[in-house]
């Protein structure tokens, strides 16, 4: 027999204050997707497509403008296809995929069951923030041109509390974003390029004449960082933008490789820092969101420390899920992460004064390089600890098969005060 369920009006509040989380608002944003200009640190200048939030045909923004909102607000993405400046001869269809939230066809972003904005035209995407974690935005339209060619950047959605995930506590907060770059593959998609003469080697069968190069052999030679492989990746948020200029046009700047960047100048949430360069302080926990828009997997590992993964593909893990139900402390912890295309991991990073005192007890006082002339240009005795965070497919640590390079995110953590050991 169906009995009716009645409800006092206390729990009837609980409940709806639990459904609709407090101070939900309407975040708005402007993305503009056209072509430009981005520059690797070996001075190679490679042609891009991508977005922007400034308006300006012809100029990117590399890796795209941040978007964020807390649980619960509405979203509008503003999506605005300039076109082209360099490449006139094309009339590329862009969308915005919003990877991972939920959301219905209409406004996923994926041409094949929905549509694609044309050239000249606008559109607005909208969703409601569902979970807090890591996402990411990319066009999928013809998305293995697309996306290798630079149309991706950060989404994340908070829980609404300032400085913590998950219900976990953070000081400060990093987003890596990794990305690889076929150079052949831009340097055929410039304009006037001329068609290219593919070896019977490489070539389909039976053989394809292409005027781009051959996607299926994918071979990417700047593995990146935040949109910058290394060493440009050791620039601070003084030290940016990285600007590139219009090749035939320097008055033009047609990319900016600005790192993590709040789209339409929105400020960022507490905590957010703009550089891959992370600066720690010993037991001061740092928040570090991985995310893979590349098409290669990238081992990611780092020196010095664990990772304490709390979070993949936007989700808390398991183990975080039984904290305070079970007075569990449970942690799950890895030196190199395996981040697959497509995915996502929010990770603590929490450098421990005591093991960096005990390693530090080891070294001689004073602190000097056992071989004259081969300290580093980061040695400095009375300085802090530099480390690094590097795929450790270490070919992916160069540029252009030069090493060092690629795809490295430097660490610097201040060096604790360290007492005697008692005798």
Known sequence: ??????????????????AVPAQAATRSYTIYATDGWATMPDGNVMYVFGFNDTGIMGQVQLPAPMIWANVGDEVLIHFVN???????????????????????????????????????????????????????????VEAVEHVQMGMYGPVVIYGGAQMK???????????????????????????????????????????IGYAEWLRINYRPDYWMVNGMAFPDTLRTASDLPLLTRDPNDPSFVAGIQDQIFVANGLPAHNGLQRAAFVEAVPDQPVLVRIINMGFQSHPF?????????????????????????????????KFTINVGSGETYDAIVNFDSMNLCMSQAHVPDPEASPFPGETGPFYDPAGPYFYAAHCHDDNHVTNQGVYPGGMVAPVMVQRPVCTAPAP
């Open 82 to 140: 300039l076109g082209f400046k360099y490449r006139t001869d094309l009339t590329d269809p862009h969308t915005v995929h919003l990877h991972g939230i939920h959301s219905v066809p209409y406004h996923d972003g994926f041409p094949e069951l929905s549509f694609a904005i044309p050239m000249g035209e606008s559109f607005t995407y909208k969703f409601t923030a569902h979970a807090e974690g890591t996402f990411m935005y990319h066009c999928h």
């Open 301 to 333: 590992h780092l020196h010095g420390q664990h990772y304490e993964i709390i979070g993949e593909d936007a989700r808390p893990l398991p183990h975080l899920q039984t904290i305070g139900r079970k007075g569990g402390t449970e942690r799950y912890e």
């Open 165 to 207: 995930i998950y219900g976990r506590n953070y000081t400060k907060e990093y987003i890596w974003l990794l990305s690889e770059f076929d150079s052949r593959w831009h340097k055929a998609m410039e304009p006037g390029a001329a068609e290219l003469d593919v070896p019977e080697i490489l070539q389909t069968s039976p053989p």
């Open 1 to 18: 027999m169906h009995r009716a369920i009645r409800w006092s009006l206390p729990v009837a509040i609980v409940i709806l204050a639990m």
